[in-house]
């Protein structure tokens, strides 16, 4: 139980405020007995109701088997305390055996779909396939967010954001400013 | 020119580096003697070639009708320099008024389109529209990146990443890993 987090369920209108800043996450599905988990970078909040998120997942991964028949998958946020074991899913194949296994991560069931999320992580975000008329020519999927669990501190966690050549960026400082009107800002 | 920013030409199929990690950015664009900014911080990379950026830009926006009928727009970073400026942009309308002038941001010419970029800003990424298939139904936007514009210094800028209600996280910490096989993280 040591590096498992424990989490509460968290509003899924408002999963902006943990995807929209662009951290890598952790994509895991399971089809038919298999498992896969996956590092996802290429992600964008789409819609706060019904609450939608858009991602590209490469067709020659093993998940992008995974989620094409299964049509649900769990996003889940790492925090610098996995970047180890962000950098071994990201550079191993599904292939290769269960990255569960591999890495001592712990499957956890989510609510209303059957892939597994990963305890370790800060936030789940349980997603049924809303959309996949872009999957053939951009193998993006449009994913609809129906169940949402975070861990209530820290506040900020300590996201890992890609910028490629093995360099992750922390947001190690927060800035605040009123935003009045809250027009694109807070729609 | 105090704060405008020299920028160098840059590979369009490795913009990843900059977008990839979530930041806000302001997009620029002009139709018919008409300009207008908007923040926008729903958008991801699609693909390294062609080099593809998908975004969400809501309907209301005076944007919106610029870039449908135009088809072009300009993807500008700002840094932490630009908070108050990227606050101002987001929680105000076009038609309130020209937003170059009234922040007092520069014009700047780009590569290959019309839409002005804004030279206070660390990167400009000039876009064509490359589909709009969903665009009716979910307001997003794929674009082209055809030319790119990157100061050389600093080499991670301290970029502004969303997370909602005012609060904007700032990656000021920076993390190495070799990544040997590269499949997810760096295709």
Redesign the interface.
Known sequence: MGRQVNKRDFPVE?V???L????LLLLSSAHEGERDI??????????FTPS?V???I?SG?RSFELVRRSRECVLNLPT?AL??EV?A?????GRDGDKFERLGLSPEQQQGIAAPGIAECHAQFACRLHDD??VDQ?N?F?WEVIAARVAPTPR?P?T????????????????????????????
Chains 1, 2 share one sequence.
Request: hydrophobic share 40%.
């Open positions: 408002q902006r405020r943990y929209e800043s662009g951290p996956m590092t996802l970078g290429w992600h964008t909040v789409m819609e939608l858009g991602c590209v490469a991964n610098t970047i180890d950098v899913i990201g550079t191993s194949s008329r872009l951009y993006f449009i900020h300590r890992l954001h890609y910028a490629g050549g093995g360099t992750f960026l922390v947001p190690d400082k927060i800035m605040r400013r009123r935003t009045p009107a809250i027009l694109a800002l807070d729609p």
